[in-house]
């Protein structure tokens, strides 16, 4: 591995999580706060740019952080159509996706490209986004639905997900390319995905309402109590329910897993069967990415906050490890799992790919 100086910048709604690492060690790390109040001012999200970078400058200073000799800048790349997993170079397209929110999510990691750009191009660096959150790489058999003209799509913790699987081979001794994963991502959201052969061929889709029920989110719903629970509702107040009013949140009005399990400690009979449900839901989901993968699974990984739960773990486990062995990684590695993917560009072991702009899947051809 080289000699590289890499600055990774994640933003986040109402903070930016900034990480230099040099030689492969991360040196500086800081979670930016920005005033929530100034951020309301601006219309559009990508106005916020300017008031994001000199918060990014200001401490930066403050700490004496030096990014002279920068190698390589690296964005959370959101706002982008799907693509196939990997390092991509930031070039106008890709500027233009993530600004406008070409895939129709605004989040605010759609301005990770713009200020990874800003930076490269002050300190002569080259500019990179790592597996954005909408990589695609399902296999055809998991695309279909039991409707004409409606097909699954991804939305996962794809960084973390793929940088997990990554590490989790390295400890074996071989390569992602070479092994079958079952890989979780347990925190706010929740991602549980298959991986073959260094593809994440299925998955459920944690913007849509797929998959288990998290923190703030519904998960998978039958369509017909949807449709009864949404009669005489806001459509957009039960869209809500897939990524902000759902789960432990519909439930108790919480989204914290800790006062969650706390209430449960405490004798509250809900608040435990919505913790033991949410869990049952996980194993659940599991069990059908082992079928995906026909039962050849190397190992099931966890990732994510909610894993520092030894409670979490222990169930997960009882109900999983006959599949596989079952490895808990706590946290994320997602500051990491950006540099590593520049690392491997400016090594010369990844190609860096070209972002077309051009979904990855558009129907299929025999579909009339």
């Known amino acids: 591995m080289g000699n590289y100086k890499i600055f990774a910048v994640n ?17 500086f790390g800081a979670n930016v706060s920005h005033d929530a109040a100034v951020l309301a001012q601006f219309e559009q999200q990508q106005d916020q740019l300017p008031y994001r970078r000199e918060t990014i400058d200001n401490l930066l200073k403050e700490n004496n952080v030096d990014l002279t000799g920068l190698d390589a800048c690296v964005g959370r790349g959101g706002g ?25 999510v605004v989040h605010p990691a759609g301005l990770g490209p713009s200020l990874a ?18 990589v695609d790489e399902l296999q055809d ?6 409707i004409k003209g409606v097909y699954r799509i991804m939305h996962l913790h794809s960084l973390n997900l793929k940088e997990t ?14 092994c079958n994963f079952i890989v979780c991502h347990i925190g706010g959201g929740i991602s549980v995905s298959a991986h073959r052969n260094g593809k994440m061929i299925d998955g459920f889709d944690i913007v849509s309402g797929e998959g288990p029920m998290a923190p703030t989110r519904c998960g998978s719903v039958s369509v017909a109590d949807l449709i009864r629970y949404a009669k005489d509702k806001d459509l957009n107040e039960v869209k809500k329910l897939c990524t902000r009013s759902g789960g432990f949140v519909s439930h108790l009005g919480i989204s914290d897993a800790i006062e969650l399990t706390n209430r449960a400690k405490a004798g509250d009979k809900y608040a435990e069967m919505v913790w033991n449900t949410m869990i049952y839901q996980i194993v659940k989901c599991i069990g059908s990415m082992a079928t995906a993968l026909h039962g050849k699974v190397d190992g099931i990984l966890l990732g994510g906050g909610m894993v520092y739960n030894e409670d979490l773990v222990s169930q997960i486990k009882e109900g999983c490890e006959w599949i596989a062995p079952v490895s808990a990684y706590p946290g994320e590695f997602e500051m990491e799992a950006m540099a590593s993917g520049a690392t491997r560009v400016l090594d010369g072991v990844e190609t860096p790919k070209k972002y077309t702009g051009v979904p990855v899947f558009t129907g299929f051809d025999f579909v009339k």
């Open 165 to 178: 699987a990554i590490r989790h081979a390295e400890s074996m001794g071989k390569k992602y390319e070479d």
């Open 117 to 134: 750009n800003a930076f490269a191009e002050e300190f002569g660096a080259k500019a990179y986004v790592v597996n954005p959150p909408d």
């Open 141 to 146: 058999l998991a695309r279909l639905t039991g």
């Open 80 to 104: 982008l159509l799907a693509m196939e997993g990997g390092t991509y170079e930031v070039d106008d397209l890709v500027l233009d996706h993530s600004s406008r929110s070409a895939n129709g």
């Open 11 to 27: 933003p986040g709604s109402t903070s930016t999580k900034i990480a230099l690492f040099e030689n492969g060690e991360k040196v």
